[in-house]
């Protein structure tokens, strides 16, 4: 196998780095759920250097440990020697995808899911008839008589990971300019739009523009945008995530921002390396560098903020969930517990085990449904475990592996951003509400 030449070191530089310490072990989802060597990150580089070194074929056997791993990055966290597993994973998954054997319903699977998650109007398109399938009852109707459980996991979880939809939300968009509240502005930020946060999750998008400009930034939101790749990235299709990088940075180039915010943990990840992704491209490289360095998540950038707007009490518990891209990959995890604690009234509360992923891995819940549902049994047993009022997530996908376990159930949680947070309180005390709105579902 060779290296990305992107990279500054060889792959087999960034395999030899691992030491064999065991100290992953213990933070690695999967091996904690099956105990397996090579299921965990050391037992992957095992595996990746034998195949590296021809003495191990890359045959189903192995491909399934490659496709197990969430690319959750606690062994990043958990690593001594600094192993960089992000990319060695990256890297082998792009293998995986050019050279391993694949079912052919695997492969059509997959690529049913690529032609649609990374596509925002293909996604809203799509939600009509999921929408009308909600309200008309069907839905409810199918959960309830057990037809689910007959189906192929992977075509029950589409049902089970449906977060809840109105035709109200897929008509709404972020405007493409919001001017700073007090009409003096003393920061011009550009907000990425993402897919399925705009597609599932307007009210985020809407939440941290109302937010930001009530901190004193005006706000564009560059229309046409597209997917940012990190999908693609994360799930070895490298060229796919290069041309989504590519038409993202024309988009942004001409925006009027000194800073780009992000309200998706995968995606500012993703965004991010977007340096390392198109440092071999001559025509891209540069812009990519100035583009990587503007990038900053949206609580990471309030925390650099002297806060303005003013916050009305919040009666709430609310547990933070840490976003795996956020807190292992983007190292950000305590400025969404600072803006949060920002908020009178409200109690914060750590999640027992909460540096483990709660399942959702970006499309891991859809291509490895039962490893993800054990998974975020795990997270939601502990989430649970510290009675919570509402459940705060940075990343669209935790909120939806959490709530269709809870939903499992028959329980419920309110579910929010730490921005949608933020939002109800800093417009509940400019509304003068002696109590705080509350849309949360």
């Known amino acids: 196998m060779t290296t990305d030449s992107n990279a500054p070191r060889t792959y087999r530089d960034l395999i030899s ?148 939809l109105s035709f109200a939300d897929l008509r709404r968009d972020a405007p493409p300019f919001t001017a700073a509240k007090d009409g003096n502005a003393r920061a011009r930020v550009g907000l990425v739009a993402g897919c399925v946060q705009r597609a599932f999750f307007p009210n985020v998008n809407a939440a941290t523009v109302r937010v930001l400009s009530a901190e004193g930034c005006d706000v564009c939101v560059p229309e046409g945008q597209g997917c940012c790749g990190a999908l693609s990235l994360h799930s070895g299709r490298l060229e ?81 969930h840490d976003a795996c891209h956020l807190a292992h990959a983007q190292r950000v995890r305590e400025q969404p517990r600072t803006l949060l604690r920002s908020i009178p009234g409200l109690e914060l509360l750590e999640i027992p085990q909460g540096e483990m992923c709660c399942g959702s891995a970006g499309t891991y819940n859809l291509f490895q449904p039962e490893s993800a549902h054990e998974i975020g049994e795990r997270k939601v047993d502990n989430v649970v475990s510290v009675r919570p009022d509402v459940l705060a997530s940075a990343n669209p996908g935790c909120t939806i592996q959490i709530q269709s376990i809870m939903r499992e159930r028959g329980a419920t949680l309110a579910a929010a951003h730490p921005i949608e947070l933020l939002d109800i309180a800093i417009s509940s005390a400019c509304d003068g509400a002696s109590q705080p709105r509350s849309p949360l579902t």
């Open 17 to 164: 780095d691992c030491v064999h310490c065991g100290f992953c072990l213990p933070a690695c989802p999967t091996y904690a759920s099956w105990g397996n060597e090579m299921d965990s990150p050391r037992g992957r580089i095992d595996l990746m250097k034998g195949v590296y070194d021809g003495v191990i074929p890359l045959d189903a056997s192995v491909v399934a440990h490659f496709d197990a791993c969430l690319g959750c990055m606690a062994c990043v966290t958990a690593c001594p020697s600094g192993v960089q597993y992000d990319l060695l994973i990256e890297s082998t998954r792009a293998k995986v995808e050019d050279a391993a054997p694949r079912s052919p319903l695997d492969r059509a699977f997959r690529t049913l899911i690529f032609a649609l998650m990374p596509y925002p109007a293909r996604l809203r398109l799509l939600a009509l008839p999921l929408v009308a399938y909600a309200k008309s009852g069907l839905q409810g109707l199918v959960r309830r008589s057990g037809l689910l459980r007959r189906l192929p996991p992977r075509l029950a979880q589409l049902d089970a990971l449906l977060p809840p």
């Open 240 to 320: 796919e995530a290069k041309r989504f990088a590519r038409a993202l940075i024309e988009r942004f180039e001409n925006a009027p921002a000194d800073t780009i915010v992000i309200n998706a943990a995968g995606c500012g990840s993703t965004l991010k390396e977007y340096g390392e992704l198109l440092a071999g491209e001559p025509a891209y490289a540069a812009r990519a560098r100035a583009f990587s360095t503007k990038v900053r998540d949206v609580n990471e950038y309030l925390a650099t903020l002297e806060p303005q707007a003013p916050r009305a009490r919040m009666e709430r518990r609310v547990a933070y």
